[in-house]
C-alpha cells in the first residue's frame, strides 16, 4: 500500500507570490491534515479536511488555505508569502475507522523556501 | 491550552537503552504518539498508546504511560547508530478532532 505522497518536494519563492502543495493520502483514507514545521515554532497545526469539507483549523492567517477533492487529494495554498513561511509542510492522512481514526501517517513533506 | 515538553537532546552508546521522556497537560489526551524524523524526512509513527493502557511493547519499543503524573516514555532497548534522529512526542483527545499536539522533539545521538 503506498504511503502519504506530498509533491512537490523542494519548492523556492520569492516573497509576494503565492504556492500551492499537493498531498495524497493512503488509498482509503479521508481525512487529510496540514502541519507546519520551523526550527523556532516547532510542529503545529494548520487545517484537517474531510469528505472536501474543512473540520479543523489551527491558529494560522487567511493566507493559509486549503482544500480536499472527491479522491481525497488535498492541496494547500499560501497566498503572499512571507519570509516567515519558509518550513516544511507535512501532510497526514487517518482512516476513518473507529479504531484507528486518530492514528495519522505523514508524507515526507514540502520543503518551501521563501527569498 | 494543550502544551507537551520534551527534552531536548539524549546521548547513548551503541547496545544501550535510551529512555526519552514526555510530559503533557491536557487531561482529556486519548491517544498519545511517538513519532521519528531522521534529517530531511518525513515523520515516521513509530507507536501510539491510549490512555486506558499502562504500557506497550512493540519488538524494541517499550512506552510507559502515567496518567496521574500525566507522564509518557519510550524505551529502545539495544539502541542502534539507525536510531539517532528525533523523537517527538504528540497527543490528541479523542473529539474526532484530528489534530496533534506535538512537544519539541528530542534529538537522540547515538555513539558507536
Same mark, same amino acid.
Given at each position: 500500500k503506498a504511503g502519504v505522497t506530498q509533491t512537490p518536494r523542494y519548492?523556492?519563492?520569492?516573497?509576494?507570490?503565492?504556492?500551492?502543495?499537493?498531498?495524497?493520502p493512503i488509498s482509503g483514507h479521508r481525512s487529510v491534515s496540514?502541519?507546519?514545521q520551523t526550527p523556532g515554532q516547532g510542529l503545529q497545526f494548520l487545517f484537517e479536511y474531510f469528505s472536501e469539507t474543512?473540520?479543523?483549523?489551527?491558529?494560522?492567517?487567511?493566507?493559509?488555505?486549503?482544500?480536499?477533492?472527491?479522491?481525497?487529494?488535498?492541496?494547500?495554498?499560501?497566498?503572499?508569502?512571507?519570509?516567515?513561511?519558509?518550513?516544511?509542510y507535512l501532510c497526514a492522512s487517518s482512516s476513518n475507522s473507529p479504531i484507528a481514526k486518530n492514528i495519522q501517517y505523514f508524507g515526507a513533506g514540502t520543503r518551501l523556501s521563501v527569498l | 491550552g494543550e502544551d507537551v515538553e520534551q527534552s531536548l537532546f539524549l546521548s547513548v552508546?551503541?547496545?544501550?537503552?535510551?529512555?526519552?521522556?514526555?510530559?503533557?497537560?491536557?487531561s482529556s489526551s486519548t491517544y498519545l504518539y511517538w513519532?521519528?524524523?531522521?534529517?530531511? #524526512?518525513?515523520? %515516521?509513527?513509530?507507536?501510539?498508546?491510549?490512555?486506558?493502557?499502562?504500557m506497550k511493547q512493540d519488538q524494541r519499543l517499550t512506552v510507559l504511560l502515567n496518567k496521574k503524573d500525566k507522564h509518557l516514555?519510550?524505551?529502545? #532497548?539495544?539502541? %542502534?547508530?539507525?536510531?539517532?534522529a528525533i523523537y517527538f512526542c504528540a497527543e490528541s483527545p479523542d473529539t474526532g478532532r484530528r489534530a496533534l499536539t506535538f512537544g519539541s522533539g528530542t534529538r537522540l545521538q547515538v555513539q558507536p
Open positions: 519548492l523556492i519563492k520569492t516573497r509576494g507570490q503565492q504556492v500551492t502543495l499537493s498531498c495524497s496540514w502541519y507546519q474543512q473540520r479543523n483549523k489551527g491558529n494560522f492567517p487567511g493566507r493559509f488555505s486549503g482544500r480536499q477533492f472527491s479522491n481525497s487529494r488535498s492541496e494547500m495554498n499560501v497566498s503572499t508569502l512571507e519570509l516567515g513561511d519558509s518550513a516544511l | 552508546r551503541e547496545g544501550d537503552s535510551s529512555v526519552i521522556n514526555c510530559t503533557y497537560t491536557d513519532y521519528k524524523q531522521e534529517p530531511g #524526512a518525513g515523520l %515516521q509513527l513509530l507507536t501510539y498508546i491510549f490512555s486506558n493502557m499502562d516514555s519510550l524505551r529502545i #532497548a539495544d539502541t %542502534q547508530t539507525g536510531d539517532s
